[in-house]
């Protein structure tokens, strides 16, 4: 198996010379998707009967934040279809025989979320809607999105479904002019009266809480929430170290623009680095508990534990939260020449700060269902 360290590490300057490429395209650069299915990092967490690698989260986390330092879009790429792969670990065989079966390196690019709606019908289910936020929406043969159950015509209610489905059935709008992330392409995707077959279908209860009937590999077993929150830090920790290097490298040269004082024996700016250091370190020790709590989890029957998952979710909050709080810190401290779009701090201040916003990182709700865990307060399982 590969060395996923190593492999990402090897990679980091040459996804660095396709970053800006990226950002001024909208969507990951196709040099930065080629290099890393070169270094095998698209296949960790395809099942191993494809000739996936079927590893743990955690080298996944370790392999997107290396490759964050070279190149945050790649990075956020990687993670969300990644993640994707992940769900798709708990379709049907016959599903993951059409998904897996010619390639278990491709991307899986898409939208897990309640966006749309699903009927059924015979044989599937019919979707429609628009899906915000695909990430990668411009490479991969197939897609995911998420929906909301609603009745057909005869009556018959119907689940929440995951399902996959091929990128011809689907219209991609360019949505993407933002803040931060820009070269992610993280566009919208649209399904129109869109037939999915059953065995591309997932239920989404089951599979938020990695209790799918017939599903016996632990790592699809594992609850879809609080590692996907986790996998977020990879990318996340990443960048902010990242930012906090350029940081240090423009510091060291800068001078006072009214005194000629060089910037490094300034005490404020000493302050600036060693707290956002420490905020990130400890932000990367939120990461690896993750890690360690949901490899437990692996080696029980699911579900993984509610206090559990809910201190998967409240870590991972956190930790992006000290990232967020890092990366202004150190911006704020950064001078006016930072605010140009050539200084390439100013990028990594705002894909930071676009980054922390994703709805699994929300601070807010990842407190309050750690607060209620804490107090014994009944809650809606599925916030977890």
Known sequence: MIDVAVNAADIVA??????????????????????????????????????????????????????????????????????????????????????????????IPGVPSRQGTCRKVDGGYVLDGRWAFASGADHGDWLMVGSRGVRNEAGEPCPGMLVVIPRSDVVIDDTWFTLGMRGTGSKDIVLENTFVPAHRAVDMAGAWLGTVPGVETPLYQLPVGGTLSTMLLGTI???????????????????????????????????????????????????????DLLEDAMRHAPPMPTPD????????????????????????????????????????????????????????????????????VEQVEAMI
């Open 14 to 107: 040459a996804l660095r010379e396709t970053d800006a490429e990226s950002e001024r395209q909208r969507r990951v650069s196709d040099r930065a998707v080629e290099l890393m299915h070169e270094a095998g990092l698209t296949r960790l967490m395809s099942p191993r009967t494809y000739g996936g690698d079927q590893r743990s989260p955690r080298d996944l986390i370790e392999a997107e934040r290396i490759v964050a330092h070279g190149s945050p879009a790649a990075s956020w790429v990687l993670m969300v279809c990644q993640a994707h792969t992940f769900i798709a670990g708990r379709l049907p065989r016959q599903g993951q025989d059409e998904v897996f079966g010619s390639n278990p390196g491709m991307l």
């Open 237 to 291: 920790v990443g960048m902010a170290e990242r930012g906090l290097e350029l940081y240090i490298e423009q510091a060291r040269t800068r001078r006072d623009a009214y005194t000629g004082q060089a910037k490094v024996d300034s005490v404020g700016i000493q302050r600036r680095v060693a707290e956002s250091k420490a905020e990130i370190a400890h932000a990367w020790t939120l990461a690896l508990q993750n890690c």
């Open 309 to 376: 998952r809910a201190q998967v979710r409240w870590n991972a909050a956190y930790a992006a939260d000290l990232c967020r709080r890092a990366s202004e810190r150190l911006f704020a401290g950064a001078g006016a020449g930072a605010a140009h779009d050539s200084n390439v701090l100013q990028r990594a201040y705002r894909d930071l700060n676009t980054a922390t916003h994703h709805a699994t990182l929300d601070f807010d709700t990842a407190l309050e269902v750690q607060g209620k865990v804490l107090l014994g």
